[in-house]
């Protein structure tokens, strides 16, 4: 799989971030049912309009997740800073297997830079233990595989993964319903950011996500 990289200048025409909402149904519904009633005792009436639950934090008109994969090391020098110096926060999925505490690489991170970036609000999430294909492997070794990088993450940062990222974007059904247990989501669908995006590409981007409401995702590896 090609690496996708994006520039530090291209960060400036992505201009909304934020995380959605997970809301219980339930109490979603008492909520609701308690404004209903408070309406008929004081005698004001609630127009359709006049109470929804807002699809994305903020009410915002789309969202758009920046994620990074494989864990480089100028994802913790160059990106992690660049999206807190715009008061933003990504999504960095890693294979365990390749943490510089494994392996002598230093194009890679530590546990203790990605330790850092958790605290500081980033997402660590799971990316594979050893960024197995799932169509390459049997499906008890793609399990430990997921639930050995989970436990390292949770260890070393502090915090269990609640998304996914499939290894080489291998969507295996088999493998999918392994990969989706106890999370809130797995990555599907992605926009990959390189070398040939251009910021009039991400404008029309931005742009359609914004008049259809949409989620975007973004994908990428490093900056440089």
Excluded at 210 to 224: E, P
């Amino acid at each position: 799989m090609k690496s996708a990289h994006i520039s530090i200048e291209m960060l400036n025409h992505i201009p909304y971030f934020c995380i959605v909402n997970i809301i219980n149904s339930n109490i979603m519904k008492k909520f609701l049912f308690y404004l209903f009633t408070l309406g008929l005792f004081s005698n004001y009436a609630f127009s359709s309009d006049s109470i929804y639950v807002a699809r994305y934090k903020g009410d915002k008109a789309c969202a758009i997740s920046y994620t990074f994969d494989d864990g480089l090391a100028e994802q913790y020098t160059l990106a992690a800073p660049q999206l807190e110096k715009r008061g933003f926060r990504g999504t960095f999925c890693v294979n365990g297997a390749k943490v510089n505490k494994h392996i002598t690489d230093t194009t890679r991170v530590t546990w203790t830079q990605l330790k850092e970036m958790s605290d500081k609000g980033h997402e660590i999430t799971n990316h594979g233990w050893a960024h197995k294909n799932f169509s390459r492997f049997p499906l008890e070794e793609i399990r430990e595989d997921i639930v050995k990088n989970d436990s390292a993450i949770l260890a070393n940062t502090g915090v269990m993964p609640r998304t996914f990222f499939y290894p080489n974007n291998n969507k295996k059904e088999e493998g999918k319903r392994i990969a989706v247990q106890n999370r809130v989501g797995t990555r599907t669908k992605q926009r990959s950011i390189g070398r040939k995006s251009t910021p009039r590409d991400l404008e029309k981007w931005v742009a359609t996500l914004i008049a259809t409401n949409d989620w975007g995702v973004g994908m990428t590896h490093g900056l440089t």
